[in-house]
């Protein structure tokens, strides 16, 4: 059994940072992709960033310049720092990750909370 499980998430005031960090655990042959995705009250799930396991990386515009996504293969884990952080970036933060075990598919973490205040 694949799971995904999230910390980092929290209250921070305009212009501050938060590290997010989503780790892999289970039964798996590789983590292919690992990304985040955010949902704001009453907005569709939206994608943040992704990153490959060739550490190519995908920012939405909105962040950009701001957060940046790493991995670390050895902990199967994904990290998303975020700087200058925006009232607007407040949402639950969804870890995701492409993974192939017995088959290849997307596992999804519990979603962790960030809350920026103006």
């Known amino acids: 059994q694949v799971q995904l499980v999230e910390s980092g998430g929290g209250l921070v005031q305009a212009g501050g940072s938060l590290r997010l960090s989503c780790a892999a655990s289970g039964t798996f042959f590789s983590i292919n992709v690992m990304g985040w995705y955010r949902q704001a009250p009453g907005k569709q799930r939206e994608l943040v960033a992704r990153?490959?396991?060739?550490?190519?990386?995908n920012y939405a515009d909105s962040v950009k310049g701001r957060f940046t996504i790493s991995r670390d293969d050895a902990k199967n884990t994904v990290y998303l720092q975020m700087n200058s952080l925006k009232p607007e970036d407040t949402g639950v933060y969804y870890c995701y990750a492409d993974i192939t075990s017995a088959f290849r598919r997307d596992y999804w973490g519990q979603g962790t909370q960030v809350t920026v205040s103006s």
């Open positions: 990153i490959t396991n060739g550490d190519s990386t």
